[in-house]
């Protein structure tokens, strides 16, 4: 692995705002669009990119059925389901408090890691970190339980927390794959969520409405290709150039840029508990970060 380049900082800045500004977008376009309809259309643009990616690198799908099988899980639970979740919890639930529930993503990814991988152990710090992640969550769903924008504003937090074990499960199983090429991976499950959802989403949308309103259409084009087509690439460019080390610091800086995005751009309101809880989510996510030291010869 290269050290970072300037170049790889660019990239990580891309990574942070489309990230952060995800759930911005995801507000915008449920203005129109069902959850189902709003994901299948965000797998599918981010396929079509994806898909441009895989013919610019002369690469091909796998046709093995056990592959297609890994594909489907790969989907399932890295697409189908967490955006699902997420487009769903939105509706009742902040888009920036979302945002802020999903750092708990790498917390708990390391718990589970802890059980079903040999190599992710828990550290004192680390102990320390999922504490402080954990209590940050709690402080959130302690807050005000009843109501949001009319609905029942504690199953948007927790379907939200379904969907960070959703990302976990699907982080894990994908260490577990045979080697093979990352982008084949990325366009392949992304178009096996886009054909899982197409008949839901063409079902559920009401298609008469949908066209009321540029800005959901447009927040939507913008979530499929740039925060999830084009995202997705530049995420595989600096894995395979630098390492998933660099990648680190978006854990605790995406989670910051939604929830600024919500408050600044959205107008969404945050009182005492949201601020206390975003200082103690980051600082458990950067606690559970691994510590390289260095070593001289």
Same mark, same amino acid.
């Given at each position: 692995? &290269?050290?970072? +380049?300037? +170049?790889?900082w660019?990239?990580?800045?891309?990574?942070?705002?489309?990230?952060?500004?995800?759930?911005?977008?995801?507000? &915008?376009?449920?203005?129109?669009?069902?959850?189902?309809? *709003?994901? /299948?259309?965000?797998? !599918?643009?981010?396929?079509?990119?994806?898909?441009c990616v895989?013919?610019? +690198?002369?690469?091909?799908l796998?046709? %093995?059925?056990?592959?297609?099988?890994?594909?489907?899980?790969?989907?399932?639970?890295g697409?189908?389901?967490?955006?699902? @979740?997420?487009?769903?919890? $939105?509706?009742?639930?902040?888009?920036? $408090?979302?945002?802020?529930?999903?750092?708990?993503?790498?917390?708990?990814? @390391?718990?589970?890691?802890?059980?079903? *991988?040999?190599?992710?152990?828990?550290?004192?710090?680390?102990?320390?970190?999922v504490?402080l992640?954990?209590?940050?969550?709690?402080l959130?769903?302690g %807050?005000d339980?009843w109501?949001?924008?009319? $609905?029942?504003r504690?199953?948007?937090?927790?379907v939200?927390?379904?969907?960070?074990?959703?990302?976990?499960a699907n982080?894990?199983?994908? +260490?577990? *794959?045979?080697?093979? %090429?990352?982008?084949?991976?990325?366009?392949?499950?992304?178009?096996? =969520?886009?054909?899982?959802?197409?008949?839901?989403?063409?079902?559920?949308? %009401?298609? !008469?409405?949908?066209?009321?309103?540029?800005?959901? /259409?447009?927040?939507?084009f913008?979530?499929g290709?740039?925060a999830?087509?084009?995202? !997705? /690439?530049?995420?595989?460019?600096?894995?395979?150039?630098?390492?998933?080390?660099?990648?680190?610091?978006?854990?605790?800086?995406?989670p910051?840029?939604?929830?600024?995005?919500?408050?600044?751009?959205l107008?969404?309101?945050? =009182?005492?508990? #949201?601020?206390t809880?975003?200082? @103690?989510?980051?600082?458990?996510?950067?606690?559970? #970060?691994?510590?390289?030291?260095?070593?001289?010869?």
């Amino acid at each position: 692995m &290269m050290p970072p +380049k300037p +170049k790889h900082w660019v990239l990580l800045l891309y990574l942070v705002v489309f990230w952060g500004f995800a759930f911005g977008l995801i507000a &915008m376009a449920l203005e129109v669009f069902h959850p189902v309809a *709003l994901v /299948w259309g965000r797998l !599918t643009l981010g396929a079509i990119v994806m898909g441009c990616v895989l013919f610019y +690198k002369r690469l091909a799908l796998p046709r %093995d059925p056990l592959w297609l099988l890994r594909l489907l899980v790969l989907s399932v639970t890295g697409n189908v389901l967490p955006f699902v @979740l997420i487009a769903w919890a $939105e509706q009742h639930v902040a888009s920036g $408090e979302v945002g802020l529930l999903m750092a708990l993503m790498p917390i708990t990814t @390391l718990v589970m890691g802890h059980y079903l *991988l040999t190599h992710e152990r828990f550290t004192r710090q680390r102990m320390m970190g999922v504490f402080l992640g954990l209590a940050g969550v709690a402080l959130l769903l302690g %807050d005000d339980w009843w109501v949001y924008g009319g $609905e029942l504003r504690l199953s948007g937090q927790l379907v939200t927390l379904l969907a960070t074990f959703c990302y976990a499960a699907n982080g894990i199983y994908a +260490k577990r *794959l045979p080697v093979i %090429d990352p982008v084949v991976l990325s366009a392949g499950s992304l178009a096996v =969520g886009s054909v899982l959802l197409f008949a839901p989403a063409m079902w559920l949308q %009401d298609w !008469t409405q949908a066209y009321a309103l540029s800005s959901a /259409w447009f927040a939507l084009f913008i979530l499929g290709t740039m925060a999830t087509g084009v995202a !997705t /690439w530049v995420y595989f460019i600096v894995v395979g150039e630098v390492g998933p080390g660099f990648l680190s610091t978006i854990n605790y800086l995406i989670p910051g840029v939604a929830f600024l995005v919500g408050i600044t751009v959205l107008g969404e309101t945050a =009182g005492w508990p #949201q601020y206390t809880a975003l200082l @103690l989510v980051l600082s458990g996510v950067w606690l559970i #970060q691994p510590r390289h030291t260095k070593v001289t010869v």
